[in-house]
């Protein structure tokens, strides 16, 4: 029968000794796996993605500006977005905003974008791999 806590110096009727790991401490909750060993194949090619990294500025009118966005994510660079034009106090251009954001989000969703606000009039949109 294997006991969840035993006693410094208490040996199992295995006859295991008591070295007991860091892991093996937390009883139930002691991690299934090993954490993963990084692959150096894929970093070899991440840092190769990263030779062709562009930040690109793009002036946010309408969402007829999306498939571009969505284009540079797919491409691996990053885009700065003006919303000056649309963030100007106004309900109706307020939503038409709200709106544009929601569809980059939605769009570039499947390569995990992130989106942040950099200031009121500027937003950053990039790649998984880019970390902010």
Same mark, same amino acid.
């Given at each position: 029968?294997?006991?969840?806590?035993?006693?410094?110096?208490?040996?199992?009727?295995?006859?295991?000794?008591?070295?007991?790991?860091p892991d093996s401490r937390l009883g139930v909750?002691?991690?299934?796996?090993e954490p993963p060993q990084p692959d150096p194949?894929? %970093?070899? @090619? $991440?840092?190769? +993605?990263?030779?062709?990294?562009?930040? #690109? *500025?793009?002036?946010?009118?309408?969402?007829?500006?999306?498939?571009?966005?969505?284009?540079?994510?797919?491409?691996?660079?990053?885009?700065?977005?003006?919303?000056?034009?649309?963030?100007?106090?106004?309900?109706?251009?307020?939503? %038409?905003? @709200? $709106?544009?954001? +929601?569809?980059?989000?939605?769009?570039? #969703? *499947?390569?995990?974008?992130?989106?942040?606000?950099?200031?009121?009039?500027?937003?950053?949109?990039?790649?998984?791999?880019?970390?902010?």
């Amino acid at each position: 029968m294997r006991f969840l806590f035993k006693r410094k110096g208490e040996e199992s009727s295995s006859g295991e000794t008591a070295g007991i790991s860091p892991d093996s401490r937390l009883g139930v909750f002691s991690p299934i796996s090993e954490p993963p060993q990084p692959d150096p194949v894929r %970093e070899c @090619k $991440r840092l190769a +993605e990263l030779d062709e990294i562009f930040i #690109r *500025s793009k002036s946010l009118t309408s969402l007829d500006d999306v498939p571009f966005i969505v284009d540079q994510i797919r491409n691996g660079n990053i885009v700065l977005l003006d919303i000056g034009r649309l963030n100007d106090g106004r309900e109706q251009t307020h939503l %038409e905003l @709200k $709106r544009i954001i +929601e569809r980059i989000r939605g769009e570039t #969703r *499947s390569y995990r974008a992130d989106i942040a606000l950099v200031n009121d009039s500027t937003v950053i949109v990039a790649p998984s791999f880019v970390r902010f």
